[in-house]
């Protein structure tokens, strides 16, 4: 079974700094996608940034920014200019595909406080 | 923007009650999928549903849980009697057909006293 490890339970950083969060995954598949979800207090699950297994870019989207490194089974997450918007749970997540029935398998997630 | 509904935002049952937590996913979706977080821990997964029928199901969906799309556009997870164990935040999710990401709904928080 694959397996989502996120070993930051709480990480900080101060509002205008970087960040890097940690995920590692176990699986024996080559094609796969990774996702980082972030959680803010009112709980809605908000995809941040996706990345498939087959691409050797790192994904970026504004702000956030994965580090994909697939032999060490490897995806952290970096939040540049860090905002106090950016305050949430972070929650690292692996799926197969199977025409469009993937499901999630969630790490235990990041709790991010960005400090003003 | 599509969004997916969730409804109550919040529900409270008595131990043994049955609930049914109601989600409308995004209109062109076609699969659909049910989450649960206990407070404090990760998101787990229950069941995913396509084409009127479920897909797929975690061991922890037993035969307390079912869900069905009754008209098309609803959603709906239903627990035939809650246990204290029960209580967590229920993610609701829908997928594009060929696409990777999943949207979510804001949760229901259920309750069990």
């Known amino acids: 079974a694959q397996t989502v490890t996120q070993s930051q339970p709480e990480m900080s950083v101060q509002e205008a700094e970087t960040v890097t969060l940690s995920c590692t995954y176990d699986t024996s598949e080559s094609d796969y996608y990774l996702f980082w979800y972030k959680q803010p207090p009112s709980r809605q699950m908000i995809l941040v940034i996706r990345q498939e297994a087959y691409k050797q870019q790192n994904a970026t989207e504004n702000r956030f920014s994965v580090n994909f490194q697939k032999a060490a089974k490897s995806f952290s997450l970096k939040i540049s200019d860090s905002q106090l918007g950016d305050a949430a749970m972070y929650f690292c997540?692996?799926?197969?595909?199977?025409?469009?029935?993937?499901?999630?398998?969630f790490g235990t997630g990041t709790r991010l406080t960005i400090i003003p | 923007e599509p969004e997916v509904t969730q409804t109550p935002s919040h529900q409270v049952t008595q131990m043994g009650q049955e609930v049914i937590l109601r989600c409308v996913p995004i209109?062109?979706?076609?699969?659909f999928y049910w989450y649960r977080q206990i407070l404090g821990q990760k998101v787990e997964f229950l069941v995913s549903f396509y084409n009127n029928e479920i897909s797929e199901k975690s061991e922890i969906f037993d035969d307390q849980f079912s869900v069905e799309r009754p008209d098309g556009s609803n959603f709906t997870l239903k627990i035939r009697s809650t246990k204290l164990e029960d209580s967590a935040m229920y993610f609701c999710?829908?997928?594009?057909?060929?696409?990777?990401?999943?949207?979510f709904g804001q949760g229901t928080r259920l309750t069990v006293v």
């Open positions: 209109s062109n979706h076609l699969y």
């Open positions: 997540a692996y799926s197969l595909p199977n025409f469009g029935n993937e499901k999630l398998t």
């Open positions: 999710a829908s997928r594009w057909p060929w696409g990777t990401e999943a949207f």
